[in-house]
């Protein structure tokens, strides 16, 4: 049983629960920092509001509304970067499959950068322009992924992942860098190159390589490790091989 930190359009799932425990204080605080910019610009709009007509004021309720909220995701974003900065010093997250438990560094600071990521995507998650979310998501979180990309309400780890360019990646689908299973944590970077095409609802395990131009079909998963060739069509629980992309007319005379 798998429990992936993602950039879905949610905050990330799993944080051991002896840990969320002990530093639950930071998350508060976390919090607390982060209204107080917001709060020192309602002080600003209220002094102001009050050399305005009333009419005025009530109309400009909405964009006061917008920009406190998006104020707090700034300051939200920037303490976050801060915090994981600070963990970074303090261990490095790599690669590798480490046990699960709190007593191994790797699992226990996996766990923690997931703490710190929590508020931001859980603010970022709430937007209420949703086709701007996933640009907030990628630049709040620094994922690596390339232009002209094609991508909706997915799920993509935060770390460890490089999506190249002109990449179309299907609704629902999980790019999964992370993951737990069982008594494991298996951190290994997926890359998928350009051009590639992922089906909806697919799921990509760590250490996966999509190569270029290759296309995964709809509802197939990968296994951890896997490499899959380039400008080649898989399709599977999990992908096999099926042909070459060449093979097969996309041209709209053979639809």
């Not at 406190?68 to 994981?84: D, E, F, P, R, T």
């Not at 309400?153 to 179309?168: A, L, S, Y």
């Amino acid at each position: 049983m798998s429990s992936p930190t993602s950039l879905k359009m949610s905050h990330p799932v799993y944080i051991h629960e002896t840990l969320r425990k002990r530093y639950f204080i930071f998350y508060l605080f976390h919090i607390w920092i982060s209204l107080i910019p917001a709060i020192f610009l309602e002080v600003g709009f209220a002094y102001v509001w009050g050399k305005i007509p009333l009419w005025i004021s009530i109309l400009l309720i909405p964009f006061d509304l917008l920009l406190m909220y998006y104020m707090v995701v700034l300051s939200a974003v920037g303490i976050m970067k801060a915090h994981l900065f600070l963990l970074k010093i303090f261990h490095k997250p790599r690669e590798g499959i480490f046990p699960r438990r709190i007593t191994n560094r790797d699992f226990k600071f996996y766990c923690l950068r997931n703490y710190a990521r929590l508020f931001p995507s859980y603010l970022i998650s709430s937007t209420p322009f949703p086709w701007f979310r996933r640009q907030l998501f990628y630049m709040a979180f620094g994922v690596k992924i390339g232009k002209y990309g094609i991508n909706w309400d997915v799920w993509i780890t935060p770390e460890f992942v490089d999506i190249g360019k002109n990449v179309i990646i299907g609704h629902s689908s999980a790019i999964l860098s992370c993951l737990l299973e069982e008594d494991k944590l298996i951190i290994k970077t997926i890359y998928i190159d350009d051009n590639a095409i992922i089906g909806a609802k697919s799921t990509l395990l760590p250490g996966t390589h999509v190569k270029s131009g290759t296309i995964i079909g709809a509802g197939s998963y990968t296994l951890p490790f896997q490499e899959l060739e380039p400008d080649s069509i898989y399709f599977g629980n999990p992908v096999e091989y099926v042909k070459k992309r060449e093979e097969i007319d996309f041209s709209l005379d053979n639809i």
